[in-house]
């Protein structure tokens, strides 16, 4: 099946400083979600994105379907953007990375 | 809000007993997933249904079993509760054309259910 690896596993960065997500996969897939999960353990959808790049407000989204990735950019990163980010995708399931954790210092 | 509901949200049992968890599904959705997600891992995906009928499963054994009804919602029942089974449980609704998810997926807040 798919292998889906999510880089870095863990991410502190301090308030207002951007970061990028990166979610590789090892073979062609239908679709392409990005999630972040809060502490209560709510899955937020953040983009539907199986290729093409995607905008929304500090957040935006490119996947390069060709190349098996895609990546999710956060800019001037505030304390409410921490938690758990999730890329999922679709084979003949839908498989989730592990996540990247990311911690976003006052 | 996704508008996927979850009961309960939260569950306590013992080994060996069984449970059994509940979903809506997002108004227009005819698909309904489910997931378990045990602590500091991603979801992973246990099986789905589309139109009361299973149509993908993972690597999940038939104690786990599941449900969908004519309008659309789910449960999932676990039999024989093992103290591994503690997770929690998460639904996803979606549309379905031709037998084939091609929409996003939606998820609901969640069951986090503890074996003792």
């Known amino acids: 099946g798919i292998q889906v690896e999510q880089s870095p596993p863990d991410l502190i960065l301090q308030e207002g400083a951007n970061s990028t997500l990166r979610c590789n996969f090892s073979?062609?897939?239908?679709?392409l979600q990005w999630f972040h999960q809060n502490p209560w353990g709510q899955l937020i959808n953040l983009f539907y994105i199986p290729s093409g790049t995607k905008q929304n407000g500090r957040l935006s989204a490119t996947t390069v379907a060709t190349e098996r990735y895609s990546l999710l950019y956060i800019s001037s990163s505030q304390t409410t953007d921490s938690g758990v980010y999730f890329c999922?995708?679709?084979?003949?399931?839908?498989?989730f990375g592990k996540g990247t954790r990311l911690h976003i210092l006052p | 809000e996704t508008g996927v509901t979850q009961s309960p949200t939260h569950l306590i049992k013992t080994r060996g007993q069984q449970v059994t968890l509940r979903c809506s599904s997002q108004?227009?959705?005819?698909?309904v997933s489910w997931y378990q997600q045990a602590l500091g891992q991603g979801p992973q995906f246990i099986f789905q249904y589309y139109r009361e009928e299973e149509n993908g499963r993972g690597n999940f054994p038939p104690r786990f079993s599941g449900l969908q009804f004519p309008n659309y919602s789910s449960e999932l029942n676990v039999n024989a509760l093992e103290l591994d089974d503690s997770a929690l449980y998460l639904c996803?609704?979606?549309?379905?054309?031709?037998?084939?998810?091609?929409?996003?997926?939606?998820f609901g807040p969640g069951t986090r259910l503890t074996v003792l």
């Open positions: 108004s227009g959705h005819n698909t």
């Open positions: 999922a995708v679709r084979d003949d399931k839908i498989i």
């Open positions: 073979d062609s897939v239908n679709n």
């Open positions: 996803a609704s979606s549309g379905q054309r031709g037998g084939a998810t091609i929409n996003e997926q939606f």
